[in-house]
């Protein structure tokens, strides 16, 4: 089997990460976005449309959590659960950089070059010392179905992520089942994928007369 690596991100990490991994398929915005993901493949927009990306290892280096979420990663106290090689509960899935609660560009990138050396199967140049679980400050309460669908519809950001997570922990693992992408996408990126167009429809005339 081919191994096709993919990085996700463009920061201090995805950087770093390119470079330790120049055979790497790199994904990072503007120019491309991750917006969702699932076992051995990842999908992302362009400005061409949606493109199915395959992989057989991925090392997400940007602050994406439900993209693990959607691969079914572990989490516990709102952090990804990985080794002290970047690898989560996903085998062949590696994290790193801000996602990890790196502190500053030189750390994310640190982490970066250790999961990378991982992936690929070199010597380690050292370990990710691991997140801190952070403390439960508000009890959440557990979403109706349709309060859940308010909150997936709600624009990507740091507290839609949180809660997200935070239903996860109340409900399990099924809950990735039911994620929608990290990132929206355009809706003429999804149509371009669409490979049967229904046929065009005669407009509606309405010739008789009301009675």
């Known amino acids: 089997m081919v191994e096709t690596i993919v990085i996700i991100g463009a920061g201090p990490a995805g950087r770093a990460a390119a470079a330790a991994l120049p055979e790497a398929r790199l994904v990072a915005r503007p120019a491309e976005t991750a917006w969702h993901a699932q076992p051995g493949t990842l999908w992302v927009e362009a400005a061409g449309g949606i493109e199915a990306v395959p992989f057989t290892r991925l090392l997400l280096c940007a602050d994406e959590k439900l993209l693990l979420m959607a691969l079914e ?6 952090w990804p659960v990985v080794d002290e090689r970047g690898e989560t509960t996903c085998p062949g899935v590696f994290a790193a950089g801000r996602i990890l609660g790196a502190a500053t560009p030189e750390e994310a990138a640190a982490q970066a070059a250790i999961a990378a050396a991982a992936l690929a199967g070199r010597a380690l140049p050292g ?5 801190a679980a952070r403390p439960t400050t508000v009890q959440e309460a557990r979403l109706d179905p349709t309060e859940m669908a308010s909150l997936l519809e709600q624009p990507p950001g740091a507290e839609r992520t949180r809660r997200v997570l935070a239903q996860a922990e109340l409900r399990g693992p099924a809950l990735a089942s039911v994620i929608l992408p990290s ?5 003429a990126a999804l149509a371009a994928r669409a490979s049967v167009r229904p ?6 005339q309405d010739r008789g007369t009301l009675s």
């Open 199 to 204: 046929p065009p429809r005669v407009p509606q």
């Open 73 to 78: 990663c572990r989490f516990a106290g709102g």
């Open 127 to 131: 370990r990710i010392a691991l997140p």
């Open 183 to 187: 990132r929206p996408v355009g809706l």
